[in-house]
């Protein structure tokens, strides 16, 4: 029975985060994404950008009768909750238009529903069992893990993005810094023949 709950326990912890995805935003585009949803279901959005230009976007939700809920201008990450007021269609946008030529990457994760009972037999009316309230324990724990282990993912491969983009930039000053050795050590050879052709040809001159 403990097996049992257990694997109830670990396929509810994926049933519950919903969706997450990371998608390339490029520039001067937009793209939005739509979730049809019941009326008093309560949604939650968290984005962050892991790379590109300033790390930051437009973002705005919009519920189906187009009224704005969220409207945020440059944004390098936040996160929003809303329950919704009506049912259909709502909208979340994130906005690259305003960078003229650095595209971005976006992680979006989008949560939307009350947490069901790890098992049918919790209810609100009857007390935990010992087995009960180790199962809520263990399901907070890795809520918590989940949610840790994702937060290091996103800054792991935001921290990498960085560093390949300073990797690139000290090859390229560090091939511009050998050429310009090169260029400055063959004019100094130059130089110096220069000085010795004159030499030679003055003393032709005075003999």
């Given at each position: 029975m403990l097996y049992l709950g257990l694997s109830c326990l670990l396929l509810h912890v994926f049933v519950v985060f919903g969706t997450e995805l990371t998608f390339e935003l490029p520039d001067n585009d937009k793209q939005c994404f739509y979730e049809e949803l019941e009326k008093d279901v309560k949604f939650d959005i968290d984005f962050q950008v892991i790379s590109g230009g300033n790390y930051d976007v437009d973002c705005f939700v919009t519920d189906p009768q187009n009224n704005v809920l969220y409207n945020e201008k440059k944004?390098?990450?936040?996160?929003?909750?809303h329950t919704t007021a009506m049912k259909g269609v709502y909208k979340v946008c994130f906005s690259n238009e305003f960078s003229t030529f650095t595209h971005k990457i976006v992680y979006l994760e989008f949560r939307h529903g009350d947490e069901e009972p790890l098992l049918p037999s919790m209810t609100g009316t009857t007390a935990l069992t010992q087995l009960e309230s180790t199962c809520v324990s263990i399901h907070e724990i890795l809520k918590v893990v989940a949610?840790?282990?994702?937060?290091?993912r996103l800054r792991e491969a935001q921290d990498r993005t960085k560093a390949e983009h300073l990797l690139e930039?000290?090859?390229y000053w560090s091939v511009g810094e050998t050429v310009l050795l090169f260029v400055i050590g063959i004019g100094q050879v130059m130089l110096l023949r220069s000085f010795f052709s004159d030499k030679k040809g003055s003393v032709a001159a005075m003999t």
């Open positions: 944004k390098q990450y936040d996160s929003f909750s949610e840790s282990q994702t937060w290091y930039r000290v090859t």
